[in-house]
């Protein structure tokens, strides 16, 4: 399933992200391309750690609480073996971005993200 969000009137059309077996694929082996720009993990509340096992490219990894960005890592870089760095942060959405795109659009822990249906 695909939506639109913004961020200071930044458009991103995101692929949403549910089940706990997507969510644990997240980006692995795929690419950003023209059908979506982000991914869109919807989550419970509270902490969770994302990896960036067989990603291809960076990733920003923006933690979102109450349509509010709580914490930003940015450009994350992929890894290829088991010891992979956690990144943790509060929140009920994870939005996954390619990296370098919060700093170059000026997104930053406070910004408000507005879903779009």
Do not use: A
């Amino acid at each position: 399933m695909y939506m639109e969000l913004t961020i200071n009137k930044n458009k991103f059309k995101v692929k949403t992200v549910i089940s706990p077996k997507d969510t644990s694929r997240g980006m692995m082996n795929k690419k950003f391309d023209d059908t979506f720009n982000g991914m869109l993990f919807i989550m419970s509340e509270g902490q969770h750690c994302f990896w960036m096992k067989n990603c291809i490219t960076n990733l920003d990894i923006i933690f979102i609480e109450d349509d509010v960005i709580t914490k930003i890592h940015h450009n994350c870089p992929p890894c290829k073996t088991k010891d992979c760095r956690n990144y943790c942060g509060e929140g009920d959405m994870i939005l996954e971005l390619q990296g370098g795109t919060c700093k170059k659009l000026g997104i930053k822990s406070g910004d408000k993200v507005n879903t779009l249906d």
